[in-house]
């Protein structure tokens, strides 16, 4: 089974400033995708990004970026010129090539200091 | 911008209850889900449904859950006879198609089993 791992449970940044949430996850299989999602305060989750592994290329969106290294099964967040709207949990998740379900982290709560 | 609602926000009753939990998927989707987050634990899949039916369940969605689309918007969870350890926030998602798109997701519903 897969496991997804962020290893971060809270991280701090200043307003401004750049962050980089960590998630690694565990699989056997070769094509996959991976997503970050943000869920702020009392909110709904929404997608961030994601990223196909089959592409090489690191995704990116905006002021979020990934950092994708498939060999070491890691899939970082990097949010740069952080904003006081950045503050939420986020969850990294995984999903096969068969299937739609999603498997989650257990979510860095991320503060974005004034 | 379309969302998934859920209906209630809270529910509480008493193990041994039936429950149903309420979701309206985004109007043009196809695919819709059940997640559950357990207070300080993971975001756990459920179920994935498509076409009225299942696609995929989880080992977590045993006999005592089932899910249904009732009619042309709702679709529901349904909990047999709660126990105390179903208590947990629900989390209802749709998306247009499958492969990897994005997984829209609802504010969840909190669960309490007294």
């Known amino acids: 089974a897969q496991t997804v791992t962020q290893s971060q449970p809270e991280m701090s940044v200043q307003e401004a400033e750049t962050v980089t949430l960590s998630c690694t996850y565990d699989?056997?299989?070769?094509?996959?995708?991976l997503f970050w999602y943000k869920q702020p305060p009392s909110r709904q989750m929404i997608l961030v990004i994601r990223?196909?592994?089959?592409?090489?290329q690191n995704a990116t969106e905006n002021r979020f970026s990934v950092n994708f290294q498939k060999a070491a099964k890691s899939f970082s967040l990097k949010i740069s010129d952080s904003q006081l709207g950045d503050a939420a949990m986020y969850f990294c998740a995984y999903r096969g090539n068969a299937g739609n379900m999603l498997t989650f982290g257990g979510g860095t709560r991320l503060m974005v200091k004034p | 911008e379309p969302e998934v609602t859920q209906t209630p926000s809270h529910q509480v009753t008493q193990m041994g209850q039936e429950v149903i939990l309420r979701c309206v998927p985004i109007s043009n989707h196809l695919y819709f889900y059940w997640y559950r987050q357990i207070l300080g634990q993971k975001v756990e899949f459920l179920v994935s449904f498509y076409n009225n039916e299942i696609s995929e369940k989880s080992e977590i969605f045993d006999d005592q859950f089932s899910v249904e689309r009732p009619d042309g918007s709702n679709f529901t969870l349904k909990i047999r006879s709660t126990k105390l350890e179903d208590s947990a926030m629900y989390f209802c998602?749709?998306?247009?198609?499958?492969?990897?798109?994005?997984?829209?997701f609802g504010p969840g519903t909190r669960l309490t089993v007294l």
């Open positions: 990223q196909e592994a089959y592409k090489q």
């Open positions: 699989t056997s299989e070769s094509d996959y995708y």
């Open positions: 998602a749709s998306s247009e198609l499958a492969d990897y798109n994005e997984q829209f």
